[in-house]
């Protein structure tokens, strides 16, 4: 059987004491093996701690150079590490339990000392100062962690209310931008009434001489057809062609700001159904055929504005087709949160420099005597596929073909009253 060595230093300068006590621990010896030093004084002590910390030091009271708990005071701050056992010579058990107040394990009155209350005294002593020391090693790693806790907790309770404080103050910053964006719609919704008032004056202060304009020069063409020359009568004829232009130009601009244009309701169009009826209404030439690549949707529109879309492009796809055998192809894909259509033919073809003008207003590609149109039909495109959250784009060769894309939002507009209306569906003035 192996037995547990313990170190034990005896502080005592009684040589009795020493001898009864190394008697009595080596009676004990069938269980421990107990290792015996003595010193003779608190300077002697601290000599044999330096040499080798013992399990356990037996201490008596009354030495040459301390006596009382204060012994047991300056040994205790020696090793604080070590159990201290306190040999008494009387059986006072008062100063016993003082002595285990200023930091002694136990006491044994000497003259009690016998095999079984030395073993049983001395193991406890070393357990329990174990223990002590576990429980303050445990007492320390809590309290590191709770203050390490306490100041993560106030850390983040000044984060907390730091981004409290600059949401506020965002907050702030915010309804008063939202002031600042309300009146700014506010100017703006006057700015247009006001455009609209423009517009309308413009109606009534250019269209009437325009059209005595134009009706003059079909005077001078008719009446006075014979006394003009060949030059004289190409010029009439040009200031007619002019004076049309220009009533159909003021038309458009009107047509653009929404002059005379009724409110919309949104409702369900089949589209479906609609592409043909407008293809038909365009009376295209034989040679040009219309071929829908896919299902179409139902789209909860404005039906006149879906319409001006379509037919604007759809007229475009025919105007500009120089082919025998022309093809003008619709079709849809499902975005899932929006429609993307496409109108393409196999026309004449947009030089890549010029597809991005053509969305502007009275933007075309011919010369004012050339032009088919007023160069206003897919600003208004545009700005009907805007109204609807969506974008509008064109992929040419010239010479071979054009492919228009755009969306259209699956989700109505958010302030319907709120967006420009693209215009009058009653008219479709096209023209690249």
């Known amino acids: 059987m192996n037995k547990v060595e313990l170190n034990i230093l005896l502080v005592d300068d009684d040589p009795l004491t020493g001898r009864f006590v190394q008697h009595v ?12 030093r003595s010193a003779l004084s608190l300077a002697q002590t601290r000599s044999a701690l330096q040499e080798c910390a013992p399990d356990l030091i037996l201490l008596d009271l009354g030495l040459s150079d301390s006596s009382g708990l204060d012994t047991v005071r300056q040994t205790a701050a020696l090793c604080p590490e070590i159990p201290i056992v306190v040999l008494t010579g009387t059986s006072d058990e008062e100063l016993g339990i003082q002595a285990i107040h200023e930091g002694a394990e136990d006491y044994i009155v000497k003259v009690n000392l016998s095999k079984n209350l ?48 600059e949401r506020i103050n965002a907050e702030g910053q915010l309804e008063q931008l939202n002031r600042d964006l309300q009146g700014m719609v506010e100017r703006l ?61 003021i038309d458009g601009i009107l047509q653009y700001c929404g002059i005379g244009r009724l409110e919309e309701s949104f409702q369900p169009v089949n589209l479906a159904d609609k592409i043909p009826q407008i293809w038909d209404g365009l009376e295209p030439p034989d040679r040009i ?76 590609l011919t010369s004012l005597d050339e032009k088919k149109g007023l160069g206003l039909g897919l600003c208004l495109v545009r700005r009907v596929v805007e109204r609807y959250g969506g974008k509008i784009w064109v992929e040419s060769v010239v010479g071979q073909s054009t492919l228009f894309w755009f969306s259209i939002s699956k989700s109505l507009p958010l302030n319907e009253r709120g967006l420009h209306h693209a215009g009058d569906q009653t008219h479709s003035a096209c023209g690249r």
């Open 189 to 249: 919704t006057l700015s247009n009434l006001e455009l609209q008032d423009f517009a309308h004056a413009v109606s009534h202060d250019l269209k009437s001489p325009v059209r005595a304009i134009g009706t003059l020069a079909g005077w001078l063409r008719t009446d006075y057809a014979d006394r003009f020359d060949e030059e004289g009568r190409e010029k009439v004829q040009i200031l007619a062609h002019r004076a049309d232009h220009l009533n159909r130009m």
């Open 118 to 165: 030395a073993v049983r005294t001395l193991c406890y002593a070393i357990e329990r100062k174990k223990m002590k020391l576990r429980l303050l090693q445990a007492q320390d790693e809590l309290e590191n962690r709770v203050q390490k806790r306490t100041l993560e907790l106030a850390t983040t309770n000044f984060k907390l209310k730091q981004e409290i404080a």
């Open 25 to 36: 621990l080596h009676q004990a010896s069938d269980q421990f093996e107990f290792v015996l």
């Open 289 to 364: 055929r219309l071929d829908v690549e896919t299902p179409l949707p139902t789209l909860v529109c404005e039906e006149g504005r879906i319409s001006q879309v379509f037919r604007n492009l759809l007229q475009n796809a025919v105007q500009y087709n120089d082919k025998p055998q022309g093809l003008v192809r619709v079709g849809c894909q499902d975005r899932q949160t929006e429609w993307l259509f496409y109108v393409a033919d196999n026309g004449v073809g947009i030089d890549s420099r010029d597809t991005t003008r053509i969305f502007e207003l009275f933007e075309t």
